[in-house]
């Protein structure tokens, strides 16, 4: 089992729909978790940062993670198409310097 | 603004050659990373540095070797290149200590192919 599980998709939502991303993981270590946001021929960018269980919103996004079920989301609200990108969750034990990644969901929003 | 540089966004190269692709980060941060990325595969970590002079395998290291001479630059090397190396690569630096500085920041990645 991968440490790390994430559906690649693509997914194509229409404009103004909410998008639902989603993670599992094995190593119950992890206690940080990242949503990184990656535009094509791009580096990724941290998007959402949270730290063991519990919600985190920031304007349209909201993160949430579910450590009992080793499970992260990170819900777009109102998507737009500058949404259109790769989505990538990652997370870390605690004092390591390593971040496993998923491998990214392509969502593309259509005007 | 944080950045993270790297010198060559598109790199064409024979198998066998000697291969260096540079990072440098403006930010005075202590940890640098270089990562591949590939459809299907995701990120992976192939080496890090803590520290000037100071390195640690990735996932996987085999086929490439680091050097930080200076603190802002983390250089990555392919021995003798091969076709299997040919992928998008990624530098990130992060600073040290401190939950909140968990932040990787990348560079825009160099796209390497190897024919």
């Known amino acids: 089992q991968k440490e790390v599980e994430q559906d690649p998709g693509p997914l194509s939502v229409p404009e103004g729909a909410i998008v639902s991303l989603n993670c599992t993981y094995s190593?119950?270590?992890?206690?940080?978790f990242m949503w990184y946001r990656q535009y094509s021929r791009k580096g990724p960018e941290l998007l959402m940062y949270?730290?063991?269980?519990g919600n985190k919103e920031d304007g349209r996004f909201t993160a949430q993670v579910d450590k009992s079920s080793k499970y992260i989301s990170l819900f777009i609200r109102d998507s737009q198409p500058s949404d259109s990108a790769t989505y990538l969750c990652?997370?870390?034990?605690?004092?390591?310097?390593?971040?496993?990644f998923g491998k990214g969901t392509k969502l593309t929003v259509n005007p | 603004d944080v950045k993270v540089t790297q010198s060559s966004r598109y790199l064409v190269k024979r198998t066998g050659e000697k291969v260096f692709l540079e990072c440098v980060q403006d930010?005075?941060?202590?940890?640098m990373f270089w990562y591949r990325q590939d459809p299907g595969l995701g990120l992976r970590l192939i080496y890090f540095s803590y520290d000037v002079k100071m390195k640690e395998k990735g996932d996987i290291p085999e086929g490439y070797s680091v050097s930080r001479e200076k603190k802002e630059r983390f250089s990555l090397i392919l021995e003798s290149a091969s076709t299997n190396q040919t992928s998008m690569y990624l530098c990130?630096?992060?600073?040290?200590?401190?939950?909140?500085?968990?932040?990787?920041?990348f560079g825009p990645g160099t796209r390497l192919t190897v024919l």
């Open positions: 990652a997370m870390k034990k605690g004092g390591s310097e390593k971040l496993v």
């Open positions: 190593n119950s270590a992890f206690q940080y």
């Open positions: 990130a630096s992060r600073a040290s200590g401190g939950r909140a500085k968990d932040e990787q920041f």
């Open positions: 949270t730290y063991s269980s």
């Open positions: 930010m005075d941060h202590e940890n």
